[in-house]
């Protein structure tokens, strides 16, 4: 008998294809054309016994889940889980980006959700599962499989989740030692449903900048008994064998369908062989009844996206990402003007958080806002040193390498995962970066008010609140340090903004410098 798991994580609420950024786009990925590649391959597939998981990170990070979190109806917000109920799932793991709304929320939609959710490292002060239990047992064809939920314990960064009173995270192999060799006698094969990556490749390197975040080849080097592993957290593509352990990690936004297939012993149920592999949704056409559920939650999401906010004068938009990053843009500098007006400092510090932004459009819509600026984060102004400032723009610093005299970006911001999030941009302050000197010797002009910093100066700076809590590797910036917060996301922050003031000015000082360019 065969039995194949179709898996997909970190969809980031990308139902429809498309990102957003232009109007009727047709992008290779979205939970309907997901939906469609694994219906097909069950009709394909007849004889095959079929489990479909979800591996989290489904409440957040498109315009749709934005809305929907803050502004649908109850008509659309169930219309919005609706949609991922049709896929089809049977099992689902919590994945971290699920707190960013709260965890009323969060509740709201996995009791609306018709897939068993597991977790055994969320748990309460006692120790307890704290949102769901550790795993499942789903017995087809006769055998029993286990799947066993872990998450990954860098949750602990997000804001929502250090909220909350009764909330602990467990360490990943703490929660296997506890749960696997109970669960490993109650079934035939056993699954590690794990949103979270892996921090070594198979010959053991180390491949990750963020020590502790993901424990993949940590589990399957020191648990018995895991017959498969379902990865996500990094939007890795991998489909392969780890401690001969067949892995996957299907990519992000539903762009590929992870797969692994036992063929088991009909005499002792025993695995005889198993495959893993990534089954891309490119080629799928988007499953109409999930369209059509959606629709209407998509006709208001595109009414809201296109209502015009205010008209600007000159240019707040760029064609170049890279380029933005090495050269202040006139949009960088508005938004970081906005974050000091909100939060009533001069100094302040973002990111140009990925690709697809191109900054605002005239008229500013909320369309440019959300495609710009997809997290739903918050502000905090943090009381720092001079020494402190340094020391984080060594950090930021990190992002750029050199290769035959030019600036490019460091492939550890690239892979495992694409982290442009953690490189930040002052404003407030002047500054200049030179990437030919060695790491942590980068900044050779820091300047407040045309005077050099000292260390022992006293600062405040607005940042968003998981870079103020150290989030990104930034370790100067700590909780402790922050003297005020905002509870408005920054998306909001900007749209208040631009209902103040209906023409914006599009200006740049040109305060730092990225040498060699």
């Not at 990053?325 to 949009?331: G, H, L, N, P, T």
């Amino acid at each position: 008998m065969k039995i194949t798991l179709l898996a997909t994580s970190d969809t980031h609420g990308f139902i429809e294809p498309t990102n957003y950024v232009d109007c009727g786009s047709d992008k290779p990925f979205g939970i309907e054309k997901a939906s469609s590649t694994i219906k097909n391959y069950i009709k394909k597939h007849p004889d095959e016994k079929v489990i479909v998981i979800d591996n989290g990170d489904f409440l957040e990070g498109s315009p749709m889940a934005y809305f929907v979190a803050k502004l649908a109806n109850d008509e659309d917000r169930q219309a919005f889980i609706n949609a991922y109920n049709e896929v089809g799932y049977s099992v689902g793991s919590i994945g971290n980006h699920e707190f960013d709304y709260g965890l009323d929320y969060l509740t709201l939609m996995m009791e609306h959700s018709d897939r068993q959710f597991i977790c055994a490292n969320i748990i309460d002060h006692n120790n307890n599962p704290f949102l769901a239990d550790p795993y499942t047992i789903i017995e087809i064809g006769g055998v029993k499989v286990g799947f066993f939920g872990l998450t990954t314990t860098s949750t602990k960064k997000w804001k929502n989740v250090n909220d909350l009173n009764d909330f602990n995270l467990e360490s990943e192999l703490d929660a296997c030692n506890r749960y696997i060799p109970e669960l490993r006698k109650k079934v035939d094969i056993l699954v590690v449903v794990y949103h979270g990556g892996f921090e070594r490749d198979h010959t053991g390197n180390w491949n990750d900048i963020n020590p502790g975040e993901n424990r993949g080849y940590d589990i399957l080097k020191n648990i018995k008994g895991i017959d498969a592993l379902i990865s996500g957290h990094q939007h890795r593509k991998i489909a392969s064998r780890l401690f001969n352990v067949p892995i996957i990690q299907p990519g992000s936004r539903g762009e590929f369908v992870g797969k692994i297939s036992f063929e088991t012993s009909n005499q002792d149920k025993s695995i005889k062989r198993n495959t893993s592999e990534l089954i891309s949704v490119s080629n799928s056409e988007p499953d109409q009844e999930i369209a059509k559920t959606i629709r209407p939650l998509a006709d208001h999401l595109q009414d809201w996206l296109d209502r015009p906010l205010s008209t600007i004068k000159g240019n707040l938009t760029f064609d170049d990402p890279f380029k933005a990053r090495i050269e202040e843009s006139a949009f960088i500098e508005f938004i970081q003007k906005i974050q000091m007006d909100k939060m009533g400092t001069d100094i302040s510090a973002t990111a140009l958080y990925n690709n697809e932004a191109h900054g605002f459009e005239s008229p500013i819509t909320m369309r440019n806002i959300i495609t710009n600026y997809v997290y739903p984060n918050t502000l905090a102004v943090s009381k720092i040193s001079g020494a402190d400032l340094k020391a984080a723009l060594e950090v930021t610093a990190k992002y750029f390498d050199v290769k035959h005299g030019q600036v490019i970006v460091n492939e550890q911001f690239m892979f495992p995962k694409e982290r442009f999030y953690n490189y930040d941009m002052y404003e407030g302050i002047d500054y200049t970066l030179d990437i030919s000197k060695p790491v942590g010797q980068r900044v050779t002009r820091l300047k407040y008010h045309d005077k050099d910093i000292r260390d022992d100066q006293t600062l405040y700076i607005t940042l968003n609140r998981y870079r103020a809590s150290g989030g990104g590797h930034y370790p100067m910036y700590t909780p402790d340090k922050i003297v005020r917060s905002s509870d408005m996301t920054i998306s909001q922050v900007i749209m208040a903004y631009l209902q103040k003031h209906p023409v914006i000015e599009a200006t740049n000082n040109h305060n730092f410098n990225i040498i060699p360019k």
